[in-house]
């Protein structure tokens, strides 16, 4: 190996070396590295991510479905008409999906609660409900009937939309699937 080949050798050597010791200072990792535990919906970037797929999901139309023989139709009703044009009253549609999608993403550890609210049979909203409102209680000896509660009050599953994200596969598994 000639001198001149040497020299460059040692030269990018010394390169990759100050900048590996620059990453492992005290200083940089002081900077880059955040003492303590962040949880992912307190750290800015990651909510800034989660918005942005929530209001890029929340500007998608809903389109009310049926199976049948001959291929999927699509229902136009009141009922298509109450989840696609105002599902609640107090918020817009994407507004809506937004909240939906935030606690699935985020705040709801996968899981987002909806209550129906009706009128003499008839659908009049769908309320979102925060994630820090509810919590899901197994019912003891069973890991797939549970109940939800809502501000410390039981309320029936059968009067709830239960959206999973992604169903726990380890522990106290509550359900695995809507109801």
């Known amino acids: 190996m000639s001198k001149r080949n040497r020299n460059r050798k040692a030269q990018t050597r010394e390169a990759s070396r100050s900048q590996v010791a620059w990453l492992v200072s005290s200083e940089a990792y002081d900077t880059l590295c955040v003492p303590g535990y962040t949880r992912l919906d307190r750290n800015p970037e990651v909510v800034t991510a989660c918005r942005r797929i929530a209001e890029l999901i929340g500007s998608i139309t809903i389109h009310l479905m049926a199976n049948r023989p001959e291929g999927d139709t699509r229902i136009v ?51 979102p409900v925060a994630a820090s409102r509810v919590q899901f209680e197994p019912v003891t000896g069973s890991y797939r009937e549970y109940r939800v ?30 109801t």
Not at 106 to 121: A, D, E, F, Q, W
Not at 156 to 171: V, Y
Request: overall charge positive.
């Open 149 to 178: 509660l809502i501000d410390g009050r039981s309320l029936r599953i059968s009067c709830t939309s239960f959206t999973i994200l992604t169903p726990r596969t380890s522990g106290k598994a509550w359900a695995s699937g809507c």
């Open 77 to 127: 009703n009141e009922l298509s008409r109450a989840i696609d044009i105002e599902p609640d009253p107090y918020m817009t549609r994407s507004t809506w999906m937004q909240a939906i999608v935030m606690n699935l993403l985020l705040y709801g550890h996968g899981n987002s609660i909806v209550i129906p609210h009706t009128r003499k049979g008839f659908l009049r909203s769908l309320e």
